[in-house]
């Protein structure tokens, strides 16, 4: 099982990045998938979430708007985090996760999943 996370980058405030996950050995369709991010000296936090058990998609306040998840619809384990409207804060290691078991998505973002990327960075600078 392996998660693969890319896109990463550079960018100015007020631009955009699209960030990727690929996975490996296993149907994403069958799991909730989370894009979290860590800021240097900052705990972890959650971003977006795909919810298998409702089908919906959940995002932290400070994003809602600017970020959409997305799943690929002809590559079945891909999954995309689309950023615009970029801001310094979003600077970050960003992560994709997966959970085959049902939770909350308050559980997600805050014990985390099954399976993890090692990650992309994310430069919002001028």
């Known amino acids: 099982v392996q998660l693969v996370e890319s896109g990463g980058g550079l960018v100015q405030p007020g631009g955009s990045l699209r960030l990727s996950c690929a996975a490996s050995?296993?149907?994403?369709?069958?799991?909730?998938i989370c894009w979290f991010r860590q800021a240097p000296g900052k705990e972890r936090e959650g971003v977006s979430c795909?919810?298998?058990?409702?089908?919906?998609?959940?995002y932290k306040d400070s994003v809602k708007g600017r970020f959409t998840m997305s799943r690929d619809n002809a590559k079945k384990n891909l999954v995309y985090l689309e950023m615009n409207s970029l801001k310094l804060e979003d600077t970050a290691v960003y992560y994709c996760?997966?959970?085959?078991?049902?939770?909350?998505?308050?559980?997600?973002?805050?014990?985390?999943?099954?399976?993890w990327g090692k990650g992309t960075l994310v430069t919002v600078s001028s």
């Open positions: 795909f919810k298998k058990a409702d089908g919906k998609t959940y």
């Open positions: 050995d296993f149907d994403l369709e069958s799991y909730s």
């Open positions: 996760a997966a959970e085959k078991s049902s939770y909350s998505v308050y559980y997600y973002f805050t014990q985390g999943m099954e399976h």
